[in-house]
């Protein structure tokens, strides 16, 4: 069973930074495509950033080109998200989560299969 667990989450002034970290444990993480969502209060979950486990393609939405960077160890199976010059527009729960063997970096919600808990992250303006 794939089990997903976020951390990092925080509070934190506009302009400043936060790193996620999603431990994914369950699973022998190969042709498999990770991700981050977020869903702020009154709003639907939204695609952050994906990452084909095993070819490190990646896709960010274009809301945070520029200033995320998602990256993996798969040493440990942890996945990370670097937030470099927050927004008060970020404040979101942040959720890991995984479809297995799958090609496609995908930013539908629908088509994943594992989420984690959240985490919750809010930048003060």
């Known amino acids: 069973q794939v089990q997903l667990v976020e951390s990092g989450g925080g509070l934190v002034q506009a302009g400043g930074s936060l790193r996620l970290s999603c431990a994914a444990s369950g699973h022998s993480f190969g042709s498999d495509v990770l991700g981050w969502f977020r869903q702020a209060p009154g709003k639907e979950r939204e695609f952050v950033a994906g990452i084909r486990w095993a070819y490190g393609t990646i896709v960010y939405a274009d809301s945070v080109k520029g200033r995320f960077t998602i990256s993996r160890d798969t040493a440990t199976n942890t996945m990370y998200l670097q937030m470099n010059s927050l927004k008060p527009e970020d404040t979101a729960v942040y959720f890991c989560?995984?479809?297995?063997?799958?090609?496609?970096?995908?930013?539908?919600?629908?088509?994943?299969?594992?989420w984690g808990q959240g985490t919750q992250v809010t930048v003060s303006s």
């Open positions: 989560a995984a479809r297995l063997s799958y090609f496609r970096v995908g930013s539908d919600r629908n088509n994943y299969d594992y």
